[in-house]
């Protein structure tokens, strides 16, 4: 009996299943430099078309939300009271003119009278005196016939952009008044547009450091609901030159060709600046990395399919990814999944690794990831979007 007990304790216990971890590669290659913010679409230009003429509306030549080209026909004014101003004024000027000229040459006549004392002194001053105001009675004529023919071209009223019209505010029959409020309708050019966003002061000591102030940066923009097939590019055109003490943040406006309509004044976006490119940055996917009171760390694959613990030091964080100035070089087969369970040495069996491109192919790797191509999710130091860049409304 005992020494059937002996055997038993003797018997060597089952080695537990080495962990299976889930690998990819430590990415080396170009990192962009972005910083997110919210925006809000405005127009390029946009213009309250108004009348410069009072007068009975005839005539309504578009229809609400139509494509307008600068110069198009949009409304028609009564042109009849107008024309009969412009033919009054006009036989009006022609009767002073004939005058002028009678005076002119009584001017002349009496000139030569004068010589041979036939007329006084006195007369002749007097005859160029009428002269002298007929031609100027001749003058407010022609001024007051330019008037009347720019207040009859103004009978027709036309588009002074091209864009799109936006709600009518008076139908054909109305009167309208010169210069009134409403305006008869209000055109927005959306081609190009405008994107107003604001950016943190320490994100703006950034952009200084990095690229100065007179580069036309890019700008990635991205409809509000994260739909990154969306996302579209544009320049940054105008930096605000103080900083709002209210809300700490500069203003900035990017300038977006738009020729796809993607985006329409008054809506929310998502920007993504793009300050500057790190030509070998090492990155690794953030879920990697293990933050502990002492520093953080990442488990490699090492010799013998062992993991390796090496500690690093993070950077900055764009998107999903996290940027590694010291610790990786890039190539290293980096664990991503089940780091947590594991010791240093200890025997790991891979999942299944994650294709990835070798060492210094990482390309623009972390574009997707931080906005650069597609919707941002945080800003360069891997704050979210909300950290006080809130929609400009100025």
Known sequence: MLLALAACKEKPRPQRPAPTVATDV?????????VTANGEVEPNRTVAVQSQVSGMLTRVAIAEGDEVKQGQLLFQIDPRPFRAEVDRVQATLARDQATLTRARGDSTRFAALAKDGYVTRQQLDQ???????????????????????????????????????????IKAGNLVRANSDPALVTINELRPVLVRFSVQERDFEEMRKRAGLDRPLPVMVTPSGGDT?????GTLTFIDNLVDRATGSVLLKARVANEGRDLWPGQFVAVGLELSIDSQAVTVPSVAVVTTASGSYVYVIGEGSKAKRIAVKVGRQVGQLSKIDSGLVGGEQLIVDGQTRLNDGAKVEIRGAATAAPAGSGGRSGRGANGATGAPKGDSTGRESGNGASPARQ
Do not use: D
């Open 26 to 34: 430590v990415k080396r290659g170009p990192l962009p430099y972005v």
């Open 127 to 169: 005859t160029f005196a009428e002269a002298s105001a007929l031609a100027a009675t001749v003058a407010a004529g022609t001024a007051s016939l330019e008037a009347a023919r720019i207040a009859l071209e103004n009978t027709t009223v036309r588009a002074p952009i091209s864009g799109r019209t936006g709600q009518l505010a």
């Open 229 to 233: 097939s969306r996302t579209v590019t």
